[in-house]
């Protein structure tokens, strides 16, 4: 077992990241880990940094310092097709969808690493299963479902590609409370089928509670981080983030 309380080799390991917008230092010797399998949520406020750290991830901004493991292999170098192709998948912001394109043009863009015809009626089928309803609407125009249907959009899109390692950015934000928690039902039920995520936040009662560890950004540094249970009892985190 590791310091953090992982188990099985981790799918992800940050180590001592530092990443810049030219002058401007972002991220400071950010450390994380995702075990396989594992669900971990990123919290903090805004501009704390939380999607500078999907995008490092991801390789779509560069650390200055530091190296970003993923699945045995060292990726700092390598472009973002590369790391997708090895199995990472992100929703992002906003969700961004096609808004002109019917839902399973919205599914099909997120297979097109996956050429064979029959894994991917496979990925179809595994989807629709997860999402009944966007096989009932896979023809209507993505821009026109509402707020929770985006989010299953945007998850099936995601899990199109068969991800080791599914990134979210705030999928909580912009939906009423009811879709919160239905999306966070989501969340647990792609995780129980096996996929590690890394779950970013700034609603942290909601992310906690599905996670199994956390991390708290606070300008760009990690200022806490435990196991879900025990993050939600603490003490400043409560105070500064759960509103009690
Ligand atoms: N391309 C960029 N060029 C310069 N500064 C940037 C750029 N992208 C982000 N920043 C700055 O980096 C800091 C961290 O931004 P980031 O988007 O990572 O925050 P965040 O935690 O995701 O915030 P939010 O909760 O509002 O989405 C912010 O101060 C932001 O203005
Ligand atoms: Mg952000």
Redesign the pocket.
């Given at each position: 077992m590791s310091a953090n309380g992982t188990t099985a080799a981790p799918i992800l390991r940050l180590s001592g990241i530092n990443t810049y917008?030219?002058q401007?230092h972002?991220l400071q010797d950010v450390n994380i880990e995702v075990g396989a399998g594992e669900l971990v949520s990123l919290l903090?406020?805004?501009?704390?940094?939380?999607?500078?750290?999907l995008k490092t991830i991801l390789g779509i901004v560069k650390p200055r310092t530091g190296t970003v493991e993923f699945a045995g292999d060292e990726v700092t170098d390598k472009r973002t097709s590369y790391r997708i192709g090895q199995g990472m998948a992100i929703v992002p912001?906003n969700r961004r969808l096609f808004g002109p394109m019917s839902v399973l043009e919205n599914l099909e863009m997120g297979a097109y690493l996956n050429k064979d015809g029959k894994a991917r009626t496979e990925d179809f089928d595994r989807v629709y299963e997860l999402f009944p309803l966007l096989h009932e609407r896979r023809a209507q125009l993505a821009g026109t479902l509402s707020g929770g249907e985006q989010q299953m959009v945007a998850m099936g899109r995601a899990l199109m590609s068969r991800p080791r390692l599914l990134l979210m950015?705030?999928p909580s934000m912009g939906l009423a409370p009811i879709l919160v928690e239905r999306s966070f039902e989501i969340i647990k039920q792609v995780h129980d089928a096996g996929v590690a995520m890394l779950v970013?936040e700034?609603n942290a009662n909601m992310a906690l509670s599905i996670a199994d560890r956390g991390y708290v950004?606070s300008t760009?540094r990690i200022v806490l981080e435990g196991k879900a249970a025990d993050l939600l009892q603490n003490e400043d985190l409560r105070k500064a983030y759960l509103g009690r």
């Open positions: 917008y030219g401007i972002i903090g406020g805004n501009a704390s940094g939380k999607s500078t750290t912001e950015d705030e970013v700034q950004l760009g």
